[in-house]
């Protein structure tokens, strides 16, 4: 096989096109993750002055094993996946059904894909400070709608369970429209004339979904699952908009930004334990890696089965 590059220093070329790329990388992506894991190890708390000490493995044994602490510690890696499992069960059900909808011929259709699009593009700042002023429970909007019907409620302000799941309804209208985009790209890849073809056959609307549009949809499928799943692993922001550090609602994503740079609840103070919080991130990562490689193992094999070629 000839070599493109030619001979001599030019054999040198690619490598020396390829260092920018690799140097940003690493700058960017593996270097601050290496620095997360090594901090992992350490009692930093990222305060100028006081000295950082290498204690081995004792922010993880205190983060799992120590305490009352640790007991909170699992009750919020629970939580998270509870709160994964509900965002993305939800997200992936109400997105395909909008998706479907959106996809037939009927008029308005392009003014409701924006609609439901639209809260994606906010960010998560604006998307938290709109929902914490329409639940504010002190004559919010939502407040007054529940006082017509005689109803009251205290919202997020209310029990944890009760603020929990309306986070989880806020994180699902923040993104269904990035789901519904995916599906909408998928639906539109089916060749109008399998759809023909099943309807003269004597299909009905549910024989042709499930015999053509689902199978066809695996790809939109696969993608929709994946990115659900390991953004709300990691998801937190919302958390600390709405409701702040309250026990009882904290995921492990919040619970490593309060360790790390300091949060109230009450009379507790959490904060500047830096090396904790990297040990904290670290579990998250695992957390992550180990639900995110099983979900695309499986979806891969789901794919080969359903569309052929090599698993």
Known sequence: MKYVFGRGKAVWIPVMLLIPGMFF?????????????????????????IPVNWIGFENYREFLFLGTASR???????????????VSTIQF???????????QN??????????????????VTIQGLIWKLFLYPMGGPMTKILGLFGMQSELLGGLP?????WVVFVQIWANMGITMVIFLSGLQTI?????????MDGANPWQVFRNVIWPLLTPSINTNLLLNIIGSLQAWQLFFLLLGYRNGTQVLGYLVFAQGFGQSSGSMTLGFRQGFAAAASIVLFILVLIIGLGTQYFLNRREKRI???EI
């Open 25 to 49: 990388y690493f700058a960017v992506s593996l270097g601050p993750s290496i620095a997360t894991s090594y901090w992992s190890f350490t009692d930093a708390t990222g305060i100028v002055g």
């Open 72 to 86: 909170d510690n699992l009750s919020a890696l629970l939580r998270t996946l509870k709160f994964s499992f509900l």
């Open 93 to 103: 059900t109400v997105g395909l059904f909008i998706a479907l909808l959106l996809n």
């Open 106 to 123: 009927l008029k308005g259709t392009k003014f409701f894909r924006t609609l439901f699009f639209y809260p994606v593009i906010l960010g």
């Open 161 to 165: 369970n009760q603020a929990f799941m």
């Open 191 to 199: 060749p109008s004339e399998l759809l023909e073809a099943a309807k």
């Open 307 to 309: 569309l052929g070629g």
